[in-house]
T-cell receptor, first 111, second 113 residues
Framework: DTAVSQTPKYLVTQMGNDKSIKCEQNLGHDTMYWYKQDSKKFLKIMFSYNNKELIINETVPNRFSPKSPDKAHLNLHINSLELGDSAVYFC??????????FGPGTRLTVT | AQSVTQLGSHVSVSEGALVLLRCNYSSSVPPYLFWYVQYPNQGLQLLLKYTSAATLVKGINGFEAEFKKSETSFHLTKPSAHMSDAAEYFCAVSYGGNEKLTFGTGTRLTIIP
């Protein structure tokens, strides 16, 4: 199926640990994004990459580092996890046609 | 800076009744506007988009929205609510292709049998 996929779907970890979330799209899009949805359902952009180049980097702690090995993949690595990092993280992609297609989300719980 | 305001964090309508979810935007340049739907424990699905073509936009699942520049609004409507419409709805704005989406705070739609 053509889609935006994320792994894992659920991630439970302890404070201080380092974790990664992977995102892949097979839609042929050239731009990929990471959004964070907090406990109140508020969605906010974190990063975006266009053709493997970082183009948006919102005010996100340095503990968050995106990596795009190619146009179809955008991974999110988080160091030294904190309680406040608990959220749902969504990956999305687009192809200059304005609409973005979202993955199913990764629910991160930090204990 | 661009932003959207969704009036009403919770909206309840009876099955078969009109659905109206409100969205007002603030943008210094012509905006591109979107409505997304999020079902429980799922990702966001695009319902419809306005990108400066027709002001009345038809989307999936019988939803439509009208861009009104004079009112800076992009309200979402559906003539007859169905139980399956129960979800969280987000209005979003961007400046254009491959630009970030700025989301409203969402409206939870409940359908009363």
């Amino acid at each position: 199926d053509t889609a935006v996929s994320q792994t894992p779907k659920y991630l439970v970890t302890q404070m201080g640990n380092d974790k990664s979330i992977k995102c892949e799209q097979n839609l042929g899009h050239d731009t990929m994004y990471w959004y964070k949805q907090d406990s109140k359902k508020f969605l906010k952009i974190m990063f975006s990459y266009n053709n493997k180049e970082l183009i948006i980097n919102e005010t996100v702690p340095n503990r968050f580092s995106p990596k795009s090995p190619d146009k179809a993949h955008l991974n999110l690595h988080i160091n030294s996890l904190e309680l406040g990092d608990s959220a749902v993280y969504f990956c999305a992609s687009s192809l200059a046609t304005y609409e973005q297609y979202f993955g199913p989300g990764t629910r991160l719980t930090v204990t | 800076a661009q932003s959207v305001t969704q009036l009403g964090s919770h909206v309840s309508v009876s099955e078969g009744a009109l659905v109206l979810l409100r969205c007002n935007y603030s943008s210094s340049v012509p905006p591109y506007l979107f409505w997304y739907v999020q079902y429980p424990n799922q990702g966001l699905q695009l319902l419809l988009k306005y990108t400066s073509a027709a002001t009345l936009v038809k989307g999936i699942n019988g939803f439509e929205a009208e861009f009104k520049k004079s009112e800076t609004s992009f309200h979402l409507t559906k003539p007859s609510a169905h139980m399956s419409d129960a979800a969280e709805y987000f209005c979003a704005v961007s400046y254009g292709g491959n630009e970030k989406l700025t989301f409203g705070t969402g409206t939870r739609l409940t359908i009363i049998p």
